[in-house]
């Protein structure tokens, strides 16, 4: 799978945000803040493929969507679209990535029927121009997503969160991307259309063979819908790897932590690394060496000086961290 050319290659992305200053806080003559959502960050999409990316709550995920759909634009970094250019304006790059949102509510208007803003999508993207065909790619596209064309006339209201999901899922594909971001699609459904939600996901890739980028902020979520992973933190990205090998030799401390606290029904496996601790630290002040040093159980010296590089582990596998191996020896000293 490694061989194949990347469908999307994010080269050394980085966001800031300009935080707003008050009045005061100009009058006083305080300097801008500057919060560094993403910090050079360099990940593949293979084509086809469904990658999670995961990571607590404000650690970069929706920032590194909104980059790549082009609802954000990072100050340092690039994109290669199937090893060339990335189309620059965001209509055009529209119909290469479409995005899913958490809230299918806010991000669907609230006074057109299904059908019309299904009909709206082909219409801007050109795709379906023939008015009866696009009436007839609308059902296709309803049932694509495991809805009646029945719904079409039916306001975003009147239909379920989780046919809501379905529905912003179908507008996506009406422009028949080939990768969708899908940021916390289930993170606002109940547990039971949560599943339904997944499936559907991993439906659709089988049949299209689109690529998904799943975000999320928990773990258990992805886990069995991705073929790879990967673990943000404070704006970077601290472990890549294919699904089965995260789960079996993670290597940051971090990760660990995060899949320590999946309840795990195999008593071996339970608590492989100590909780993480502690809290994240302000993005406005990161700390200067390794952004994890400040919580991490196997912190050195040379980790709170030194800001660690990604680097190749095991093949496909890759950790930022300077001493990976620290954290794998506590596996069992735990375990009793
Ligand atoms: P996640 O999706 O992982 O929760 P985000 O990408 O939303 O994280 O946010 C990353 C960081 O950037 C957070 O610290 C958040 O507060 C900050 N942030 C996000 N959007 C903005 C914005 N428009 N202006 C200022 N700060 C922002
Ligand atoms: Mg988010």
């Known amino acids: 799978m490694s061989a194949s050319r990347p469908l999307l290659e994010i080269s050394h992305v980085s966001k800031t945000y300009v935080l707003d200053r008050s009045l005061s806080d100009v009058l006083a003559r305080k300097p801008t803040a500057r919060l560094k959502a993403l910090r050079d960050v360099s990940l593949t999409v293979r084509p086809g493929e469904i990658l999670g990316v995961v990571g607590e709550s404000g650690c970069g995920k929706s920032t590194l969507g909104r980059c790549i759909v082009g609802l954000d634009r990072p100050e340092g970094g690039s994109f290669a679209w199937q090893g060339g250019a990335f189309a620059g304006d965001r209509q055009a790059r529209a119909r290469q990535v479409q995005m899913v949102f958490q809230d299918p509510?806010?991000?669907l208007n609230p006074r057109m029927t299904l059908g019309a803003m299904l009909d709206e999508a082909l219409k801007v993207h050109g795709t379906v121009t023939n008015a009866?065909?696009?009436?007839?790619r609308v059902d296709e596209l309803l049932l694509m997503v495991g809805l009646t064309p029945k719904l079409k006339d039916r306001l975003p209201h009147a239909i379920s969160g989780g046919q809501r999901q379905r529905i912003s899922i179908a507008r996506a594909?009406?422009?028949?991307?080939r990768l969708i971001i899908a940021d916390e699609p289930v993170s606002a459904l109940d547990a039971?259309?949560?599943a339904q939600i997944i499936n559907l996901l991993e439906d659709l890739r089988a049949k299209l063979g689109i690529a998904?980028?799943?975000?999320?902020?928990?773990?258990?979520?992805?886990?069995?819908?991705s073929d790879r992973i990967a673990v943000m933190y404070l704006g970077e990205i601290v472990e890549v790897a294919?699904?089965?090998?995260l789960f079996a030799r993670p290597q940051h401390p971090y990760t660990r932590g995060l899949l320590a606290a999946i309840p795990m029904p195999d008593p071996q496996r339970r608590s492989m690394a100590p909780g993480i601790e502690g809290e994240v630290p302000d993005p406005l002040a990161p700390p200067l060496g390794c952004g994890f040093s400040t919580r991490c159980p196997f912190v050195l010296p040379a980790c709170r000086a030194e800001h660690p590089e990604l680097r190749d582990g095991d093949p496909d596998h890759q950790v930022r961290c300077l001493n990976p191996e620290a954290s794998t020896q506590f596996t069992f000293a735990r375990n009793s």
């Not at 009866?132 to 007839?136: F, G, H, I």
């Not at 998904?212 to 819908?225: E, G, K, S, Y």
């Open 105 to 107: 509510y806010a991000s």
């Open 132 to 136: 009866d065909a696009r009436m007839k």
């Open 173 to 177: 594909l009406a422009v028949e991307p």
């Open 192 to 194: 039971s259309v949560q």
């Open 212 to 225: 998904i980028m799943f975000i999320a902020h928990d773990l258990n979520v992805v886990r069995h819908i």
């Open 242 to 245: 294919e699904t089965e090998s």
